[in-house]
């Protein structure tokens, strides 16, 4: 009799030990899966990941609310008589929407710089960024290039074409004493007169209803924007800024 309890109560042991080795090894493979995790977040440069804070490779992209989604930036203006209609900007280069760039031009904030090579303009900001809007340039024989001043701006300026484009173009006497400011003024929107040592060098930086000669050259020297961006690029530039054009 006493061999039969001993028997029941050694395979009642049994189970118990077992119950107890079972969770010792559960608790063996958490541990393991845990320090798995552990080891996946050392892992990840071999999965092409970068865990290094950009701000140790590259200035950091600022963030600014205009410059943003362009079915937003290229939306359609109402500013009082004038209506500038939305930019189909799918038929626009992407590189030559408005963005913010790392500045390549080293110039200082507040700087306008125009790469005549690349059809871009700079607008040179602090910490580094710059924001860049495409542009049209003019075409061989008409270009400026050189070191000056935004003298003054203007809104819905009115365009009077120089003497000697009118004896090119015959047809633009009528406007000789200035053409009226409105969506189709070949001045846009917006312009910036580029004085150089005081005088004026005749050159502009301004906006085009033309918005497929961006990232062209065509015109007869002046540098144009799309509208929407001379507005924008209007409401940020500092009085009697640099303008660097080369």
């Excluded at 790469?115 to 008409?142: M, T």
């Excluded at 009528?174 to 003024?185: A, L, S």
């Excluded at 312009?191 to 000669?213: C, M, N, Q």
């Excluded at 209007?234 to 080369?246: D, E, I, L, S």
Aim: net charge positive; with cysteine.
């Amino acid at each position: 009799m006493s061999q039969r309890k001993q028997a029941v109560t050694s395979a009642l042991q049994i189970p118990a030990i077992s119950r107890r080795q079972i969770l010792l090894g559960l608790g063996t493979i958490a541990a393991a899966g845990m320090t798995g995790c552990t080891q996946t977040t050392f892992e990840l440069p071999e999965m092409n990941i970068d865990p290094l804070p950009t701000s140790g490779i590259r200035p950091q992209i600022s963030i600014d609310k205009a410059v943003t989604l362009p079915d937003v930036m290229y939306a359609a203006v109402q500013e009082g008589p004038y209506s500038l209609p939305a930019v189909p900007y799918q038929k626009v280069p992407a590189q030559f929407r408005r963005q913010i760039v790392v500045d390549p031009t080293g110039e200082r904030p507040g700087t306008i710089v125009v790469s005549l090579q690349d059809h871009f303009l700079y607008l040179v900001q602090p910490g580094g960024d710059a924001i860049r809007y495409g542009v049209g340039i003019g075409k061989a024989g008409f270009l400026w290039s050189g070191r000056a001043n935004i003298q003054y701006k203007k809104e819905w300026p009115r365009w009077t074409p120089p003497r000697e484009m009118i004896g090119r173009k015959p047809e633009l006497a009528k406007f000789e004493n200035g053409m009226e400011p409105g969506p189709q003024n070949p001045l846009g929107a917006r312009a910036l007169y580029i004085f150089k040592d005081g005088v004026d060098t005749g050159y502009r930086i301004h906006g085009s209803p033309e918005w497929w000669s961006i990232g062209q050259s065509m015109s007869s020297g002046c540098v144009r924007l799309i509208n929407q961006d001379i507005i924008d690029l209007y409401n940020r530039v500092p009085g009697k800024a640099t303008v660097v054009v080369g």
